[in-house]
């Protein structure tokens, strides 16, 4: 499709297991985010990454969570160890260059996590 | 650090009527977003504003960027109950979101 693809749709696991949470961008899109929202609340920002430049990490919230884009296409975001504040849905976002387009940001459907 | 606010965070009216919401944000941008989200949903794109006085309209919402006093407002006009969703505003340029406006129109 078109659109930004985001798997597992649902994932439920025991606490202390990892996850992996994958996104696929909009195909030419540099710009990819990760964000968590817990139920009821915002867009908690985690991770940005532009091109080939080093991802801006300052949201991640522990040294449990990492993310990774390869070739500049498809990331994956892992949380090792899960734990139950770790359940949220975990949105995945791309757009255009930043800086030479509007930024504008389309979103996938997110992988929602249940930690058990 | 970038901080983004919006009030209300909630907002019940009736349908036919006037409101407007608010967006704040704490250090220079010339770019701001709305996102509006249905329950169970992802986030939709309601406007793109890239400079100081950026108006947008569509439908009965219209959108404004003040970036001197750091300050974007989404005006509703003539609430209808289809309007009923979370609101977002989001910064550039890690885009940063406020903490969203969830308005329930009632008839």
């Known amino acids: 499709g078109a659109g930004v693809s985001q798997s597992p749709s649902n994932k439920v696991t025991e606490k202390g297991k990892d996850v992996e949470l994958r996104c696929d961008p909009i195909s030419g899109h540099t710009a990819l985010y990760w964000y968590r929202q817990s139920l009821g609340q915002g867009l908690e920002f985690l991770i940005y990454f532009q091109g080939n430049s080093a991802p801006d990490k300052s949201g991640l919230p522990s040294d449990r969570f990492s993310a990774e884009r390869t070739g500049g296409s498809v990331s994956t975001l892992t949380i090792q160890r899960t734990q139950q504040e770790d359940s949220a849905v975990y949105l995945c976002?791309?757009?255009?260059?930043?800086?030479?387009?509007?930024?504008?940001?389309?979103f996938g459907e997110g992988s929602r996590l249940t930690v058990l | 650090e970038l901080k983004v606010e919006q009030n209300p965070l909630f907002l019940s009216m009736q349908e036919g009527k006037n409101y407007t919401i608010y967006c704040n944000y704490s250090?220079?941008?010339?770019?701001l977003y709305w996102y509006r989200q249905d329950p169970g949903k992802s986030l939709e794109s309601l406007f793109v504003l890239l400079s100081n006085g950026a108006v947008k309209q569509e439908g009965r919402l219209m959108a404004s960027l003040d970036t001197k006093a750091r300050l974007s407002t989404l005006h509703i006009t003539a609430a209808v109950h289809d309007l009923s969703a979370t609101y977002f505003c989001?910064?550039?340029?890690?885009?940063?979101f406020g903490p969203g406006t969830s308005l329930s129109v009632i008839p």
């Open positions: 250090t220079t941008s010339d770019r």
């Open positions: 989001a910064v550039y340029d890690k885009v940063i």
């Open positions: 976002a791309s757009s255009l260059n930043q800086r030479a387009n509007t930024g504008e940001l389309f």
